[in-house]
């Protein structure tokens, strides 16, 4: 690949409309973009989310692309809804954990949202949340988290990364270094931690070094301003904790990609040109823009133009470049399209269904 080339694969976009729009399609073909975000927006039904798989990926067909997708469990972020089997959300299998102290469920849960992500073309799970919720005022995370004790966030986030990536769908890890302990809402404005990092090594960090070590594909950045660690730029924006904290201390070898950079906790203070070189040179391989077509431009164009200048350097996208392409060639590669039969066939199964109901069971207080 060129630069050109290579540059495009750092961003991951999302579009409107139940199949490939205009826009979508000049965004893959000539600003080579790596990767596409489905929402509610994008979806309709099983067959027809794998149609739109099948030709999203037809308009890319060197480079396979990432097809990420919000799938969680419980309510608020689960994209997928009926047919596809519905689970409760990381804190009814925090109290499964608890009840039976077996991870069978988790990893379960991870296993069968693979098979049915993966039966209609998609590839990517934002999932799972690895976040300590140790505020009980936490108006984003809550229910989202396994609960509020790191032992059993390590334990159940790693059963679901598992369960995923043992079916070939990436799992990503969210939010480095930990949004459990905030008051404010990044999709509205900037939240401050202002922790000490042994603070954060003894609680938030914990889930992420522990899923980082047994073999965790990628991790999102959150989109808070952690004082004590940098006093000037939020995590995503950071290299002290996203080359400093997360390559260096912990190790990280996999893919580090933002939030939606549309957020206001983001939006509100820096352009997009701005936010897109700086949590490049952070040492960020995917920027996430999830709605504007004129912003996922401005930001390929941003960077472009700040290694032109010598402001990033030929070898920080490759870098990136490299991380994305293994990955691709490690989970992606050879593409299968997905199959009418294959998806009658998972989606919603019996059995699927009764281990959602399971884990019900096992949630509720006794």
Known sequence: MNLEQKIGQLL?????????SRKIKELITKYHIGGVILFERNIKSPLQIAKLCRELQSISP?????????????RGFSRLKE??????????LGHCFLKTKSIKLAYKFGEITAKELSAVGINFNLAPVLDVNTNPKNPIIGKRAFGDDPHLVSELGLAVIAGLQDNKVIACGKHFPGHGDTTTN????LPIVDHSLERLRKIELRP?????KNGLKAVMSAHVLYSQLDDKFPATLSGKIIDGLLREELGFK????????????????????????????????ILLISHHPDKQKRA?????????????????IDLSWEWIIALKKDLLYPYE??????????????????VAREIKRYSKPR
């Open 12 to 20: 991951m976009v999302g579009f409107d409309g139940l199949t490939p």
């Open 208 to 212: 992420f070094a522990h899923t980082i």
């Open 83 to 92: 047919p596809f089997t519905r689970f409760p959300g990381n804190k009814a």
């Open 186 to 189: 990044s999709h509205k404005e």
């Open 254 to 285: 996999g893919l580090v990609i933002t939030d939606d950079l549309e957020m206001g906790a983001i939006a509100n203070s820096f352009e997009i040109e701005e936010t897109a070189v700086k949590a490049v040179k952070a040492g960020i391989d």
């Open 337 to 354: 399209p997905p199959e009418a039969e294959r998806i009658k066939q998972i989606i919603g199964d019996p059995e699927h269904r009764e």
């Open 62 to 74: 060197e480079t396979p692309l990432f097809i990420a997708i919000d799938q969680e469990g419980g």
């Open 300 to 316: 390929i164009e941003a960077i472009a133009t700040a290694v032109g200048k010598g402001e990033i350097s030929e070898e920080r």
